[in-house]
């Protein structure tokens, strides 16, 4: 089950969807770096409305998965190596 976004996940989301970003830049490692700058320079008032639709999307993910419970898989520290 997939986690639900967090209010820079749908930031990012919203500027990928805008066609004029996405044909500046197509390497999703610099979409993100830009999505981050961009992010970092919003006000609590522009950052707003994204964290609206993140709580409006976790409450969607509760109803849908009523007994989900975020825990990670751990890595094994010993984890086999190659010879």
Partial sequence: ???PPNAFIVFR???WSNED?????SDHRNVSR???ERWRNLSDDEKEP???MAREAKA?????YP???YSPSHRS???SKRK
Avoid: D, T, W
């Avoid at 970003?21 to 830049?25: D, G, K, W």
């Fill in 1 to 3: 089950i997939p986690r």
């Fill in 13 to 15: 989301s919203c500027l």
């Fill in 60 to 64: 969607l993910h509760a109803k849908m």
């Fill in 50 to 52: 994204f964290v609206q």
């Fill in 77 to 79: 520290v010993a984890g």
């Fill in 67 to 69: 007994n989900y419970k």
């Fill in 34 to 36: 830009i999505a981050g």
């Fill in 21 to 25: 970003f996405r044909s500046l830049e």
